[in-house]
Structure formats: structure tokens, C-alpha cells
């Protein structure tokens, strides 16, 4: 039997870029198409995507008029993105590590990323720091944070010029994605599961700060 390496996020997606970009319709898929409108109104909306990789979601949102930037590990997916849009700043960083101001964005997203993190709460933590917080006065709410949760207890096996290579992923329970952000203060606002049959395949969590 061939032998998988485990590779880390960057080494993995640097790899694998190409093969991810071709699967667009199967990762929409898992979403059929809720992120977006979950959003509500994007125009002119600071947004920033985290993990945003090829820019399946940001190219969507900068199209919609949102000022985006794109956070990612691998370079290779941001230079999917950038060759299909200048406009969008990207930036090469850590979810953990996010290198913005407080305060800084309408809308953080997050599609597929935390299956690669270990420790979610560190990535939540930076993403309320970063959020605009809600008006002092007033019946607004802060920023708002979506996130993607994928049912994957074992990551996919991917062909490679370099043998098999399974990418570093993490299963992450629904139930404590909600507790660890309501720990954290966020709102939930929403709580949805994509499923297939009986067996949900993907949890799509709205909250505000
Ligand atoms: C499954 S892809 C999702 C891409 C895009 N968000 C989408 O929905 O199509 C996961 C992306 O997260 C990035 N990533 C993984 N761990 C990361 C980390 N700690 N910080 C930033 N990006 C990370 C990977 O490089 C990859 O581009």
C-alpha cells in the first residue's frame, strides 16, 4: 500500500492548488448557496476572508461591491486569486495570528478553514478583536462573523506529483463551535446544517460581536 504523507496547511494547499480550484461546484455543494445571502447587504462592507484561499467566496463578495482582503497560508491559493482579480488586497498570514487593527471589519468569513485548526480558540479570539464592535448607542449590532463548519473525521487522500498527501485537519464538534463562541461573547444569530439524507455535511454559524 502506498504510504500518505501528512502534510501541514501551507505545504498541502501550495500542492494542491490547482486540484482545489477544480472542485468549485463540489464545494458549493456543501454550502448550496447560503453563505452569501446570509450576509445580507455587502456593498461597501469591510469583509475580511480568512483562509480565503483561490477566493471561491471573495470573488463572489468583491463582485457584490464589499471592500474584501484575503488572509491565507499558502501563496499558491492566493495566486489563483490574484490572477482572476487585482482589486482584492490578499494577504499572506495566520488565522491565528490575524495581522489587522481592532476593529477593522464589518464581516469576517471563514468557508472550510477551521477543519485545519486545532485550536479554535485562538482564531475566534482574533476574529472579535478584529470585528467592528456594536454602536454605544443605537439598535445596531457589531460585525458579523461566518463560519463553516465540514463533517470530516478523515481528511481526503489527494494524488500529488509527490505521492499521496492528506492535508493536517482537525473535527470539529457543532455543538462546541457554538459554545466555544458563545464563550467568547459572540451572538449566535444562526445555526444551519446542509445535509445529505439524514447526515448533516456542513454547519453554517452567523454571529455578531
Ligand atoms: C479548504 S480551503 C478553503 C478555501 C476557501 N475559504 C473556500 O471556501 O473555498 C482552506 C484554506 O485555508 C487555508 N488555511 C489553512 N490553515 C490556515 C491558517 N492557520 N491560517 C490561514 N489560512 C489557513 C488553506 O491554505 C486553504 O487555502
Do not use: C
Amino acid at each position: 500500500m502506498q504510504k500518505v504523507k501528512i502534510l501541514n496547511s501551507k505545504d498541502g494547499y501550495n500542492l494542491t492548488a490547482d486540484y482545489y480550484a477544480k472542485k468549485e461546484k463540489y464545494w458549493d455543494s456543501f454550502e448550496q448557496y447560503q453563505v452569501v445571502p446570509l450576509l445580507g447587504q455587502v456593498k461597501d462592507r469591510e469583509i475580511l476572508d480568512v483562509g480565503a484561499g483561490n477566493g471561491r467566496l471573495s470573488l463572489r463578495l468583491a463582485k457584490a461591491g464589499a471592500k474584501v482582503t484575503a488572509l491565507d497560508v499558502s501563496e499558491e491559493m492566493l495566486n489563483k486569486l490574484k490572477s482572476k482579480n487585482q482589486k482584492i488586497k490578499v494577504v499572506i498570514g495566520e488565522a491565528e495570528d490575524l495581522p489587522f487593527e481592532d476593529n477593522s471589519f464589518d464581516i469576517v468569513i471563514a468557508t472550510f478553514l477551521i477543519v485545519h485548526l486545532k485550536d479554535l480558540n485562538l482564531f475566534f479570539d482574533e476574529v472579535y478583536r478584529v470585528l467592528k464592535p456594536a454602536p454605544r448607542l443605537g439598535s445596531g449590532q457589531g460585525g458579523k462573523f461566518l463560519l463553516t463548519n465540514i463533517n470530516q473525521r478523515k481528511a481526503p487522500e489527494i494524488k500529488t506529483e509527490q505521492g499521496l498527501v492528506e492535508i493536517e485537519s482537525y473535527y470539529h464538534r457543532p455543538e462546541q463551535v457554538i459554545e466555544d463562541l458563545e464563550t467568547l461573547a459572540f451572538s449566535i444569530e444562526e445555526n444551519k446544517f446542509v445535509k445529505e439524507g439524514e447526515t448533516w455535511v456542513n454547519q453554517i454559524v452567523l454571529v455578531s460581536k
